[in-house]
C-alpha cells in the first residue's frame, strides 16, 4: 500500500468518520482482489446513507456515496491514485461537502 494500513485506518477516523451521525454503521472490509492487490475499506450506512471507501494496495482508492431519501448518488463512484497525502485529501473534501448528520 502506499500508506500503511494504520495510516488509512487513522486518516478515515480523523477525516471522515466525524462527518457521520450517530446512527451511521461502520464496517471494516480487509480482503484481496486479483486486479488491484490488498484491500482495506470502510462501508458505512444510515437510514438516509450509504457507501464506502476502499484502499488498494496498488495506489487506487475507490468511493461513493448514495443518498437513499433522495434516491440519487451524492458523490459518484470515483477511482483516485492515492500516491501522495494531497490526493487522499481530495477524498475527504468530497465527504466534507455532504452533510450526513
Known sequence: MVFSENYLKQWFLD???????KTMEIDYVDGYDDNFGNLIGFQFNSDEFGG??????????????VNYFVGSEVIPEKIVNISNTESIFEIASDFKKVSMK
Open 15 to 21: 477525516n471522515i468518520i466525524s462527518l457521520f451521525g
Open 52 to 65: 464506502y471507501i476502499y484502499f488498494w494496495s496498488n495506489g487506487l482508492s475507490s468511493y461513493h456515496l
